[in-house]
């Protein structure tokens, strides 16, 4: 057995779960590191605190003078807590978190130091930015970037340091980072969506996009993890045979949580209720050592921040507790991988849910605006959104019979299918007065009684409606949930303000508003009938019909990153004042980017793995079978050919796989050679996925067999039953 395999097991069987003391009742600690209005109105006069309370509320500028105030009231209160340093904490592209540490001390002139922290330190910074992709904006433009205080995220504390969530833009303005876009479509789904909500309740003055995530993850032992250089370095294992256990075994292996890593979650929760992400575990992993994390839903800003320091503070729980955290989305074959649920609905500073069915007929219309606006959103730009969830990790999963398919569709249920065939059929132009009341009694009166049993829902169906919320269920687990948030909410901001258009347009031709908007929604069905689908996503039939709709059904992250810079997606991010060309095409040209670099480095980490570790040791082993077979000629002479016919299979069999190895590395490597003299990014991600990336199937099994023949005691790599069993 391979050193490191062994001392990996060895250490991973000795491990007792790292216990931790729960220091207070859950509700105590909940914020307790965080700046929220509780420890602002401590620390903050009164001034102050309106100041942040009126950006956060109404999105008021804070001035200079203003945020020396909040600054010096943060410190104190960071300061109370230990702290030492701040930081701003933004989200650059490169899909994790970005720090940079400065202490609060500052020396004077005369030697000694001085706590300083002032507003403009709070307000704005200049990190070293060159490292973080672009895309080209810095070369076209200005060479340097900035971070800016977000109040709308609040400050919180990480180990001994004040972080301070920022934005991250260009001198020029553009957008380097996640939480821009975010923050621009957010913004304009405000106001569309207030405009619409206007129509039904004059008092409405803002709408708020609501997001729930479900984060799944593995936690698997880190001395095994470490021991396997593909996890390591690609967070996937590229080879590996699948265990005689798998998840197929029966339910009670799973049903009690190992007690290490109960002791993980427990320990997590608490860093979680520090950092005021509410967060509930749940234990309904489908696969062995795979767990879920949601928490209550939150405005969608937030809970991007809180999804995103949950991963970081996921990591570094795990290191405390010898575990590594897996957030690929296929980290093995054979084995369910891991998603990212966006649940997202809309919600009124009136309190109201708006694709919650209401009470009486006129919430209901209201639920029904938002509702078919939205399945209006999706149809229009279906191909736009499966690019917001495309990346290398995702391709894996999508279509793989455990994920929703590439085809995105919506799943409403029975009863607003029901709902909408009803609807379809009125009458155009101006309703009879049976006819309104049919409908506002029998169709739309109806809807709170049937979808209080709401519970046929489709597992199958990449965008369900369930209840009051729409999940969005094919993100992966390790997105960052703002660029499907970004896409989706500009979307439906669009979707909302053309139909304020058509609508108003009517009620100007004397049309009573009612019947405007019926007669709107009438056509909105009619034209959206293409993504509507309540069957089995994952059937064939499925990916047939859906061809014949028109809908487009992407497999590879190439081919779906194309959406994002036709002109349909450019017009309609310029329109809604998300973002300008530049900087959609960067994006675009950082995600292709990226995609390469994966399959780029899994190409070179298998050939590697194959060839330094597999093959080495294979023939080892056909060593020990030649010698056996020497052995056996000596003592046996002309019986041999009868007795040792299998040990000559077996190494016959051996050196086929080697051959098959060495030479598909080989192919391979060349393969990566040409596509890298490619200039144009498009065509280099198109041929790393066509033609690097299938020799990865074609390797791993011939490594995967040879795990099959060669002795357990000597092969070096941790199998999967170790990796995927140990407690
Ligand atoms: P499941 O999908 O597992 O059945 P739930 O229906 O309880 O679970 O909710 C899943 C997620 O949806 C949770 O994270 C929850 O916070 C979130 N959620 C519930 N209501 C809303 C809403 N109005 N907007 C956004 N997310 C919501
Ligand atoms: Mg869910």
Same mark, same amino acid.
């Given at each position: ?7 990996? $097991? ?111 330190? $709070? ?150 209720? $520090? ?89 209901? $219309? ?153 007669? &709107? ?56 004042? &998300? ?85 598909? &590395? ?43 023949? &060669? ?17």
């Amino acid at each position: 057995m391979g050193i490191l395999r062994f001392e990996a $097991l060895k250490e991973a069987a000795n491990r007792e779960p790292v216990h931790f003391e729960e220091k207070n009742k859950k509700s105590n600690l909940f914020g307790a590191n965080v700046f929220n209005e509780h420890s602002m109105k401590q620390y903050l006069t009164s001034d102050a605190f309106k100041g942040v309370r009126d950006a956060i509320r109404y999105g008021t500028k804070i001035d200079r003078k203003l945020a020396d105030y909040i600054a010096l009231g943060m410190k104190e209160w960071a300061m109370s807590k230990g702290v030492t340093h701040y930081t701003h904490w933004f989200q650059p592209l490169t899909g994790v978190t970005a720090e940079k540490h400065d202490a609060f001390f500052e020396t004077d002139m005369e030697g000694g130091s001085v706590e300083k922290f002032s507003g403009g330190m $709070l307000v704005q910074q200049e990190p070293d930015a060159s490292s973080f992709p672009n895309g080209g904006i810095r070369n076209t433009f200005e060479a340097r970037g900035y971070t800016a205080w977000d109040p709308t995220s609040p400050a919180f504390i990480y180990g001994t340091t004040l972080c301070i969530p920022t934005v991250f833009v260009s001198y020029t303005g553009e957008a380097l980072d996640f939480k821009t876009p975010l923050l621009r479509a957010l913004t304009s789904i405000d106001q569309a969506a207030s405009e619409v909500c206007r129509y039904f309740d004059k008092n409405v003055k803002k709408v708020t996009a609501t997001l729930g995530w479900e984060q799944e993850y593995f936690l698997i032992d880190s001395a095994l993890a470490n021991s396997r250089p593909d996890i390591a370095i690609t967070g996937r294992t590229l080879l590996g045979h699948t265990s005689a256990k798998g998840q197929q075994l029966d339910d009670h292996y799973f049903g009690s949580i190992p007690s290490r890593a109960l002791m993980y979650m427990r320990d997590l929760e608490e860093e979680c209720m $520090l950092l005021g992400i509410p967060v509930k575990t749940r234990h309904n992993e489908v696969a062995p050592n795979q767990f879920e994390l949601a928490p209550i839903f939150e405005e969608t800003n937030l809970a991007v921040d809180h999804n995103s320091l949950l991963m970081d503070v996921m990591h570094k729980v795990g290191e405390r507790h010898n575990f590594k955290v897996l957030f690929h989305e296929k980290p093995f074959k054979g084995v369910n991988g891991s998603g990212k649920h966006n649940n997202w609905s809309l919600a009124t500073d009136t309190g109201v849910n708006l694709l919650a069915p209401g009470k009486t007929p006129k919430s209901n $219309l209201q639920f029904l605006t938002f509702f078919i606006n939205a399945i209006k959103a999706v149809s229009t730009y279906e191909a736009l959104l499966r690019s917001s969830i495309a990346g290398a990790g995702n391709d894996h999963r999508l279509g793989a019979n455990e994920a929703p398919p590439a085809v995105i569709s919506i799943f409403i249920g029975e009863q607003l299918t029901k709902v909408l065939d009803e609807l379809e059929t009125v009458s155009s132009g101006k309703l009879s007065p049976e006819e309104k009341t049919d409908l506002k009694l029998n169709v739309v009166g109806k809807i709170p009684d049937v979808l209080l049993d709401n519970t046929d829902r489709n597992r199958t169906s990449s965008f369900a409606f369930t209840g009051n919320k729409f999940e969005f269920r094919a993100v992966g687990s390790s997105a960052n949930c703002a660029n499907s948030m970004t896409i989706l909410n500009t979307m439906v901001a669009k979707q909302l303000r053309d139909f304020k258009v058509e609508v108003d347009a009517l009620i100007s031709k004397d049309m009573k508003k009612d019947d405007a908007i019926f007669n &709107v929604l009438r056509e909105y069905i009619k034209q959206s009938r293409n993504i509507l689908f309540e069957g089995d996503g994952y059937s064939d039939e499925w990916e047939a019909e859906a061809a014949t709709r028109g809908l487009s059904n992407f497999k590879t992250t190439p081919r779906a990153l194309k959406a994002r810079i036709d002109q349909k997606s450019l017009d309609l991010f310029e329109e809604m004042n &998300v973002m300008n060309n530049v900087e959609v095409i960067a994006r675009y040209e950082i995600e292709l980017e990226e995609y390469t670099k994966r399959i780029q480095i899994e190409g070179r980490v298998l050939g590697d793995i194959a060839r330094n570790h597999v093959i080495p040791t294979a023939i080892r082993y056909q060593n020990t079978l030649i010698e056996n077979v020497k052995g056996l000629k000596e003592i046996f002479g002309e019986e041999f050919a009868e007795i040792g016919k299998e040990q000559i299979v077996l190494i016959r069999e051996i050196s086929a796989h080697i051959e098959g190895i060495n030479s598909k &590395v080989e192919e391979m490597t060349q393969a990566r050679k040409q596509v890298n003299k490619l200039e144009d990014q498009q065509e280099m991600a198109e041929l790393y996925c066509d033609l690097v990336k299938p020799y990865f199937d074609i390797i791993r099994k011939h490594c995967d067999k040879l795990e099959l023949l &060669v002795d357990d005691e000597i092969w070096t790599m941790t199998k999967y039953r170790e990796l995927l069993f140990t407690k």
